[in-house]
Protein backbone atom coordinates (compact mmCIF):
# COMPACT_ATOMS: atom_id res chain seq x y z
CA UNK A 1 0.00 0.00 0.00
CA UNK A 2 1.03 3.25 -0.70
CA UNK A 3 1.74 6.12 1.94
CA UNK A 4 3.06 9.56 2.40
CA UNK A 5 4.47 11.64 5.23
CA UNK A 6 4.37 15.25 5.37
CA UNK A 7 6.75 16.23 8.37
CA UNK A 8 6.05 19.58 8.56
CA UNK A 9 2.62 20.06 9.79
CA UNK A 10 2.49 24.19 10.46
CA UNK A 11 4.89 26.55 8.89
CA UNK A 12 5.11 30.25 9.70
CA UNK A 13 6.96 32.19 6.98
CA UNK A 14 7.81 35.86 6.50
CA UNK A 15 7.33 37.33 3.08
CA UNK A 16 10.38 36.41 0.99
CA UNK A 17 11.42 33.68 2.76
CA UNK A 18 12.30 30.45 0.85
CA UNK A 19 10.37 27.94 1.48
CA UNK A 20 10.70 24.24 1.56
CA UNK A 21 8.46 21.22 2.70
CA UNK A 22 9.49 17.68 3.04
CA UNK A 23 7.61 14.92 1.47
CA UNK A 24 8.11 11.33 1.46
CA UNK A 25 6.68 8.57 0.41
CA UNK A 26 6.70 4.69 0.60
CA UNK A 27 5.78 2.62 -2.24
CA UNK A 28 6.93 -0.70 -3.68
CA UNK A 29 6.97 0.69 -7.23
CA UNK A 30 6.55 3.35 -9.79
CA UNK A 31 4.52 6.58 -8.59
CA UNK A 32 3.60 9.63 -10.13
CA UNK A 33 3.76 12.21 -6.96
CA UNK A 34 1.90 15.79 -7.00
CA UNK A 35 1.46 18.26 -5.07
CA UNK A 36 -1.55 20.19 -4.63
CA UNK A 37 -2.73 23.62 -2.83
CA UNK A 38 -5.91 23.94 -1.05
CA UNK A 39 -6.40 28.08 -0.31
CA UNK A 40 -8.96 29.22 2.63
CA UNK A 41 -12.54 27.33 1.68
CA UNK A 42 -11.55 26.23 -1.75
CA UNK A 43 -10.76 23.35 -3.47
CA UNK A 44 -7.61 21.69 -4.25
CA UNK A 45 -5.79 22.81 -7.18
CA UNK A 46 -2.87 21.17 -8.40
CA UNK A 47 0.81 22.71 -8.25
CA UNK A 48 2.77 20.48 -9.87
CA UNK A 49 3.52 17.11 -10.77
CA UNK A 50 6.25 14.39 -11.48
CA UNK A 51 5.14 11.35 -14.21
CA UNK A 52 8.92 10.36 -15.62
CA UNK A 53 12.19 12.54 -16.55
CA UNK A 54 13.86 15.57 -15.28
CA UNK A 55 13.39 15.33 -11.49
CA UNK A 56 13.03 18.44 -10.91
CA UNK A 57 9.94 19.82 -12.02
CA UNK A 58 8.30 23.23 -12.30
CA UNK A 59 4.94 24.11 -11.43
CA UNK A 60 2.44 27.21 -11.04
CA UNK A 61 3.39 30.27 -8.86
CA UNK A 62 6.80 29.97 -8.88
CA UNK A 63 6.96 26.49 -7.50
CA UNK A 64 8.86 23.65 -7.81
CA UNK A 65 10.08 20.15 -6.69
CA UNK A 66 12.77 17.63 -7.12
CA UNK A 67 12.00 13.83 -6.71
CA UNK A 68 14.86 12.09 -5.09
CA UNK A 69 14.70 8.58 -5.80
CA UNK A 70 16.58 7.10 -4.03
CA UNK A 71 15.48 8.62 -0.71
CA UNK A 72 11.79 8.64 -1.47
CA UNK A 73 11.24 12.37 -1.28
CA UNK A 74 9.50 14.74 -3.38
CA UNK A 75 10.25 18.16 -1.59
CA UNK A 76 8.40 21.36 -2.67
CA UNK A 77 10.22 24.40 -2.74
CA UNK A 78 9.84 28.06 -3.77
CA UNK A 79 12.42 30.93 -2.81
CA UNK A 80 10.68 34.05 -1.94
CA UNK A 81 7.23 33.43 -0.82
CA UNK A 82 4.62 35.98 -0.87
CA UNK A 83 1.68 36.58 1.43
CA UNK A 84 -0.88 34.55 -0.85
CA UNK A 85 1.01 31.44 -0.93
CA UNK A 86 -1.38 31.39 2.20
CA UNK A 87 -2.51 27.79 1.96
CA UNK A 88 -2.88 24.09 3.00
CA UNK A 89 -0.20 22.23 0.55
CA UNK A 90 -0.99 18.32 0.22
CA UNK A 91 1.87 15.98 -1.29
CA UNK A 92 0.32 12.88 -2.95
CA UNK A 93 0.98 10.05 -4.88
CA UNK A 94 -0.73 7.56 -7.11
CA UNK A 95 0.27 4.19 -8.49
CA UNK A 96 2.10 4.54 -12.25
CA UNK A 97 0.33 2.08 -14.52
CA UNK A 98 0.54 2.41 -17.91
CA UNK A 99 -2.80 3.90 -19.36
CA UNK A 100 -4.89 3.68 -16.21
CA UNK A 101 -5.75 6.19 -13.99
CA UNK A 102 -6.16 5.42 -10.19
CA UNK A 103 -6.46 6.66 -6.22
CA UNK A 104 -4.51 9.30 -4.96
CA UNK A 105 -2.78 8.84 -1.59
CA UNK A 106 -2.41 11.89 -0.10
CA UNK A 107 0.12 13.35 2.89
CA UNK A 108 -1.59 14.74 6.09
CA UNK A 109 -1.03 18.30 4.41
CA UNK A 110 1.25 20.95 5.65
CA UNK A 111 -0.63 24.22 6.54
CA UNK A 112 1.66 27.62 5.63
CA UNK A 113 1.14 30.86 7.09
CA UNK A 114 3.14 34.03 5.68
CA UNK A 115 3.53 37.13 7.36
CA UNK A 116 3.74 40.22 5.77
CA UNK B 1 -11.96 26.34 -12.65
CA UNK B 2 -11.21 22.67 -12.96
CA UNK B 3 -14.24 21.94 -14.95
CA UNK B 4 -15.68 19.55 -12.16
CA UNK B 5 -18.97 20.86 -11.06
CA UNK B 6 -20.28 19.34 -7.43
CA UNK B 7 -23.69 20.04 -5.80
CA UNK B 8 -24.96 21.04 -3.45
CA UNK B 9 -21.98 23.14 -1.56
CA UNK B 10 -23.11 23.25 1.57
CA UNK B 11 -25.51 20.45 3.20
CA UNK B 12 -26.77 20.45 6.95
CA UNK B 13 -28.70 17.55 8.25
CA UNK B 14 -29.53 15.34 11.36
CA UNK B 15 -28.39 12.12 12.28
CA UNK B 16 -30.29 9.56 10.60
CA UNK B 17 -30.84 11.09 7.40
CA UNK B 18 -29.78 10.52 3.99
CA UNK B 19 -28.21 12.58 1.38
CA UNK B 20 -27.18 12.05 -1.87
CA UNK B 21 -24.14 14.18 -3.30
CA UNK B 22 -23.51 15.30 -7.08
CA UNK B 23 -20.81 15.42 -9.54
CA UNK B 24 -20.38 15.98 -13.01
CA UNK B 25 -16.81 15.59 -14.05
CA UNK B 26 -14.93 17.31 -16.80
CA UNK B 27 -15.89 16.96 -20.31
CA UNK B 28 -14.75 13.55 -21.64
CA UNK B 29 -13.18 12.03 -18.43
CA UNK B 30 -14.27 8.62 -17.73
CA UNK B 31 -13.04 8.50 -14.52
CA UNK B 32 -14.96 9.60 -11.23
CA UNK B 33 -13.04 9.65 -7.53
CA UNK B 34 -14.40 10.56 -4.03
CA UNK B 35 -12.51 11.94 -1.57
CA UNK B 36 -13.54 12.80 2.22
CA UNK B 37 -11.86 15.59 4.15
CA UNK B 38 -12.42 15.57 7.42
CA UNK B 39 -9.93 17.04 10.42
CA UNK B 40 -9.47 14.01 11.96
CA UNK B 41 -8.61 11.77 9.40
CA UNK B 42 -7.09 14.08 6.46
CA UNK B 43 -8.18 13.61 2.58
CA UNK B 44 -9.33 9.73 2.14
CA UNK B 45 -10.04 8.23 -0.63
CA UNK B 46 -13.53 6.67 -1.11
CA UNK B 47 -14.54 5.21 -4.20
CA UNK B 48 -13.55 5.55 -7.86
CA UNK B 49 -15.66 4.70 -10.91
CA UNK B 50 -14.43 4.56 -14.49
CA UNK B 51 -17.21 4.82 -17.53
CA UNK B 52 -20.01 3.42 -14.86
CA UNK B 53 -18.35 0.93 -13.47
CA UNK B 54 -16.52 0.72 -10.13
CA UNK B 55 -12.83 0.69 -10.08
CA UNK B 56 -11.78 0.71 -6.83
CA UNK B 57 -12.48 1.18 -3.40
CA UNK B 58 -10.68 3.09 -0.57
CA UNK B 59 -12.04 3.83 3.00
CA UNK B 60 -16.07 4.12 2.25
CA UNK B 61 -18.08 3.00 4.64
CA UNK B 62 -20.90 0.22 4.24
CA UNK B 63 -23.47 2.91 4.97
CA UNK B 64 -21.96 5.00 1.80
CA UNK B 65 -22.86 3.78 -1.72
CA UNK B 66 -22.12 5.61 -5.22
CA UNK B 67 -22.35 5.18 -8.67
CA UNK B 68 -21.60 6.56 -12.03
CA UNK B 69 -24.55 7.17 -14.89
CA UNK B 70 -24.33 6.96 -18.40
CA UNK B 71 -23.74 10.94 -18.68
CA UNK B 72 -21.05 9.89 -16.41
CA UNK B 73 -22.11 12.20 -13.66
CA UNK B 74 -21.92 10.24 -10.63
CA UNK B 75 -23.86 10.46 -7.19
CA UNK B 76 -22.38 10.03 -3.78
CA UNK B 77 -25.34 8.54 -1.60
CA UNK B 78 -24.72 8.83 2.16
CA UNK B 79 -27.18 7.01 4.53
CA UNK B 80 -27.59 6.62 8.46
CA UNK B 81 -25.74 10.10 9.08
CA UNK B 82 -23.60 10.49 12.10
CA UNK B 83 -21.85 13.45 13.42
CA UNK B 84 -18.71 12.09 12.48
CA UNK B 85 -19.58 12.50 9.23
CA UNK B 86 -19.33 16.05 8.98
CA UNK B 87 -16.71 16.49 6.21
CA UNK B 88 -16.32 17.79 3.23
CA UNK B 89 -16.56 15.96 0.07
CA UNK B 90 -14.79 16.26 -2.72
CA UNK B 91 -15.13 14.57 -6.16
CA UNK B 92 -12.52 14.71 -8.86
CA UNK B 93 -11.71 13.74 -12.21
CA UNK B 94 -9.69 12.57 -14.44
CA UNK B 95 -8.79 10.95 -18.37
CA UNK B 96 -9.48 7.87 -19.78
CA UNK B 97 -6.05 6.50 -20.88
CA UNK B 98 -2.24 8.22 -21.35
CA UNK B 99 0.05 9.92 -18.88
CA UNK B 100 -2.67 12.65 -18.76
CA UNK B 101 -4.84 9.67 -16.73
CA UNK B 102 -2.64 10.38 -13.80
CA UNK B 103 -3.63 14.05 -12.59
CA UNK B 104 -6.64 14.44 -11.36
CA UNK B 105 -8.60 17.24 -11.38
CA UNK B 106 -11.18 18.28 -8.10
CA UNK B 107 -14.33 19.69 -7.74
CA UNK B 108 -15.34 22.75 -5.20
CA UNK B 109 -16.72 20.36 -2.40
CA UNK B 110 -19.77 19.45 -0.68
CA UNK B 111 -19.47 20.87 2.96
CA UNK B 112 -21.35 18.24 4.63
CA UNK B 113 -22.57 19.24 8.24
CA UNK B 114 -24.71 16.53 10.67
CA UNK B 115 -26.37 17.59 13.32
Known amino acids: AQSVSQHNHHVILSEAASLELGCNYSYGGTVNLFWYVQYPGQHLQLLLK??????LVKGIKGFEAEFIKSKFSFNLRKPSVQWSDTAEYFC??????????????FGTGTRLQVTL | DSGVTQTPKHLITATGQRVTLRCSPRSGDLSVYWYQQSLDQGLQFLIQYYNGEERAKGNILERFSAQQFPDLHSELNLSSLELGDSALYFC??????????????FGPGTRLTVT
Open chain 2, 92 to 105: ASSASTGTSGYEQY
Open chain 1, 92 to 105: AVNAHRTGTASKLT
Open chain 1, 50 to 55: YFSGDP
